[in-house]
């Protein structure tokens, strides 16, 4: 793959990492809904940063359950994938 030209892949650059980091002291707390399925993430639960459908990940539209956020990527009912790109990796 080239080495250059990448930056148009920073759907999950630092902007998200830090949006993320602000967020995750408070879904830490298990008081925080997920933006899909609207049920608690509870304390010590994986999640996800998720971004508003359609709008090619321009906008976050708060943190989501790790599984509700994969799942509605896997099988959008939406037929135009905007962004091909790799699902993030969460280390944790
Ligand atoms: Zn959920």
Redesign the pocket.
């Known amino acids: 793959m080239p080495s250059t030209g990448t930056t148009t892949q920073r759907g999950y650059g630092a902007y998200h990492q830090r949006i993320r980091a602000s967020l995750a002291p408070r879904v830490a707390t298990g008081s925080v809904?997920?933006?899909?399925?609207?049920?608690l993430?509870r304390s010590g639960q994986a999640w996800d940063l998720g971004h508003a459908d359609g709008t090619g990940k321009r906008e976050y539209q708060g943190p989501?359950?790790a599984?509700?956020?994969r799942s509605a990527g896997g099988r959008t009912g939406r037929s135009r994938t905007l962004d091909p790109a790799p699902r993030p990796v969460t280390r944790w």
């Open positions: 809904r997920c933006a899909r399925c609207g049920q993430i989501e359950h599984t509700c956020n």
